[in-house]
């Protein structure tokens, strides 16, 4: 399974980022398959974002739940992010990433820049 990210490298605040992951070599309906989104602010850790599950079921982090939305186009297979009233400090890579707790396996995109400013 490949992942590509893509989506505006630049965002003012305080618009909605909107990122597309196009899924390749299988279907985002594939059973056990979660598809996430992770970021990483410059100099700092990777922050898991949330994940739609091959159920359509969503979960997001607490700290962003109410400014994160993922959804699924199914004839497409793409898995899109969008996070609402954005701040430099939302200034990250993003990475689109597969999980199959059924075997353990992962697999991420190459990830893409999104920087936030006026």
């Known amino acids: 399974v490949q992942l590509q990210e893509s989506g505006p490298g630049l965002v003012k605040p305080p618009q909605t980022l909107s990122l597309t992951c196009t899924v390749s070599?299988?279907?985002?309906?594939?059973?056990?398959?979660?598809w996430s989104w992770i970021r990483q602010p410059p100099g700092k850790g990777l922050e898991w974002i949330g994940y739609i599950a091959d159920s359509g079921t969503t979960y997001y982090s607490p700290s962003l739940k109410s400014r994160t939305s993922i959804s699924r186009n199914l004839i497409n297979n793409h898995v899109s992010l969008q996070l609402s009233s954005v701040t430099p400090e939302d200034t990250a890579v993003y990475y689109c990433v597969w999980l199959n707790p059924a075997w353990g396996g992962a697999g991420w995109g190459q990830g893409t820049q999104v920087t936030v400013s006026s």
């Open positions: 070599g299988g279907s985002i309906t594939t059973n056990s398959y979660y």
